[in-house]
């Protein structure tokens, strides 16, 4: 009998009669994205969940003059483009932003 406890943060494959952990899958940065810096351009500006304004609300920024770092972009509902922070904050509309 094979017994396989405290898998959930990795994976595991079988190889003939043997459980062997496999490499985790690792966040894909869509090919030829470069990371660029933005700042805000609005009094204030949601940071929500996912790329979307029917995601929630996680925080708001203020126009505080600070620079954040965009690493991903994505499509959604309620704006051209979704802009992912760097500071593991969560997403931002790039309608509301000025690139640095």
Do not use: H
Not at 9 to 31: H, I, L, M, R, Y
């Amino acid at each position: 009998m094979l017994t396989v406890k405290d898998i959930s943060p990795k994976s595991f494959a079988v190889e003939g009669s043997n459980v062997v952990q496999t490499p985790a899958a690792q966040p894909q940065t869509p090919s030829g994205f470069k990371p660029y810096t933005v700042r805000i351009a609005a009094s204030a500006l949601n940071v929500r969940k996912g790329p979307g304004a029917d995601t929630d609300v996680v925080k708001t920024l203020l126009n505080d003059n600070g620079v954040y770092t965009i690493v991903e972009e994505a499509k959604g509902s309620g704006a051209s483009v979704w802009c992912k922070l760097q500071e593991a904050l969560g997403w931002i509309s790039g309608d509301f932003v000025k690139r640095q």
